[in-house]
């Protein structure tokens, strides 16, 4: 791949990374934020294959900080919505008070995002990464990324117990997807990833988990020892528990796949080796 090449895939991005920016700070639609981060993950997934050499953080401190806020929001926005989804359900009083400290939360990060973005673009952002771009991306490079993210994977996969290795797990697959259409020709990959729709279903799964484990976040004693209200209190930590064991579930799910996948990479080193 030619560096004019690059250039257009970084100015398409960046021109849907506009767009969307827009959009967000006028209505902060979830679906808008979603787009928005998928769009700033296939820009870091893509410099990742560039091998972009950097002493600061891969992606520009304003753009991650933008995506970190607006992402703050979204949690909040998706979390309410599985939460009057359980409410309506069971048919529960509503705990106002600590809907209150959500809402105070999710208004407090769109401020900051609002803040942030006020006046400017991400055309200084652009500008930094192009001009840090290679001459061009070489198959010995292709290469390279793809070893290095199996080398991580197979690493991560040993400590399929903690719930943060799963999420580094879903990182590095995010990361071989979305440089899909630049890395299939070279990938030697394990079976259980080596097409794209079998890749797709497992960060899926992985991603279920992740949104649980998300929304259980929002129900840690930092928010609920804010709660004055007993009942309120009482409600929450129910939730807790149901959701405890829908996290559990949904990872007693993933342990198979993962450890199909954790062996398939043990015996793909020893076949190439």
């Not at 279903?201 to 928010?223: C, N, R, S």
Request: glycine letters at 2%; aromatic letters at 10%.
């Amino acid at each position: 791949m030619k560096q004019k090449e690059m250039i257009e895939i970084i100015e398409e991005v960046f021109k849907n990374i506009d767009k969307l920016c827009g959009k967000i700070l006028k209505n902060f639609n979830a679906d808008d934020i979603h787009d928005f981060r998928v769009e700033v993950k296939k820009l870091r997934a893509f410099l990742r294959l560039l091998d972009i050499k950097r002493d600061r953080a891969i992606i520009p401190k304003q753009l991650k900080t933008f995506y970190r806020y607006a992402g703050n929001v979204r949690n909040i926005q998706l979390y309410e919505q599985t939460l009057f989804e359980y409410i309506k359900a069971h048919d529960v009083k509503k705990p106002d008070e600590y809907i209150k400290l959500l809402n105070n939360e999710k208004k407090y990060w769109k401020k900051e995002a609002c803040n942030l973005v006020k006046d400017n673009d991400f055309s200084k952002t652009k500008k930094k990464i192009l001009k840090g771009l290679p001459a061009k991306l070489e198959k010995s490079g292709i290469k390279k990324f793809v070893q290095n993210n199996l080398d991580n994977l197979k690493l991560q996969l040993h400590y399929l117990n903690d719930d943060n290795t799963l999420h580094s797990v879903r990182k590095i697959l995010k990361d071989i997807f979305y440089n899909w259409d630049y890395i299939k020709y070279y990938a030697v990959l394990p079976a259980a990833i080596s097409n794209r729709e079998a890749l797709k279903l497992l960060t899926a799964t992985l991603g279920e988990f992740i949104d649980k484990f998300m929304q259980l976040e929002f129900l840690k004693p930092v928010y609920l020892d804010k709660i004055n209200n007993e009942n309120e209190k009482i409600l929450l930590k129910k939730i807790r528990t149901s959701w405890l064991r829908k996290k559990r579930a949904i990872k007693e799910k993933l342990q198979p796949e993962l450890a199909n996948l954790k062996q398939q990479l043990i015996n793909l080193e020893v076949s190439v080796g």
